[in-house]
């Protein structure tokens, strides 16, 4: 049983001599994912749903057993994954981690509304709808997607710090335009939280002109907020644009790491190019940016092995 577990665990991982095999699941399983979200969107049209409702059923149904199934086969695997076989805990409390992290729990939201209306006689509309939240299963196959899952998680402190100040200058916001207009337009800056739509409005410099100061106070006020909320807006997008930008930095780096420890006596055996393949393929980088990097490696290594004056070994 547990060999048989390692050897699923390397099919999802696409690891070792599986890798083909897992390669070939993903984009079964994205394929799977697709044709869900393109179900879901034209199920939302009466005329197409009333039409195909049993295509539709059977699709669903057999879309959250496959999904169901994955769900199960991960938790029951994620103990030879490398990330969980170091633990020091037993076989329960890594799957509880494991169902715990971040990919699981949106493997879990992919089936959970399908399930509870299974489960429950009502109709659910609010649950059909949350069936598109699927798509976020494509996070765990896209490597761009984990690049700005982890990129998130690295800036999470600095995130919740900007969106703090964010939330300081939008009640600032709201109380100063209630107290210039209020009199003025009551319907519309009656109170601080009618006048808080105006506020997060213009402080995304979204501007949807239904609500606008008329007083030249008030202009003066809102052309200072409007000013104010492109620093704002900018703090939050740098924060990401940088931490996305590292992330990338870091997985080359790795990957290059990796390329100069296996490198050896100046060039790279068939098993050696399987496994940084294997690592190229996990870091989600191009084989243009793998094939760089150790065209570089090599090169470096090259000029160490031979003399720079005569060309000769040492």
Known sequence: MRKLRQTINQVFEASGKYQRAGHILD???ISIIMINV????????????TEYYSEFLILELVSVAIFSAEYLIRAWTCVDRVKYAS???????????????????????????SLLMFFFAIDLRFLRVLRLLRVFKLTRYSRAMQLLLQAFIDESSSLLAAFFIMSVVLILASCGIYLLEHDIQPDKFGSI??????AMATLTTVG?????????????????????SMGMVAIPT??????FSEQV?????????????????????????HHLEELRYKLGLSKLEANKAIKAELNKRSSHLFCRHCGKRP
């Open 249 to 273: 930095r870091k997985r080359r780096q790795l990957f290059e790491d990796a390329t100069h420890e296996k490198i050896t006596d100046g060039k790279l055996t068939d098993e050696q190019m």
């Open 238 to 243: 740098g924060l990401l644009a940088s931490s």
């Open 38 to 49: 393109v179900a879901i969107v034209l199920e939302s049209v009466h005329s197409i749903a």
């Open 193 to 198: 939280p009618a006048a808080m739509w105006w």
């Open 208 to 228: 949807y002109g239904d609500v606008v100061p008329i007083t030249p106070i008030g202009k003066l006020f809102g052309g200072v907020i409007t000013l104010v």
């Open 87 to 113: 633990m020091n805990c037993s076989n329960t409390q890594k799957r509880i981690r494991y169902i715990l992290s971040p990919l699981a729990i949106i493997d879990l939201i992919a089936i959970l509304p």
């Open 27 to 29: 984009v079964i399983l």
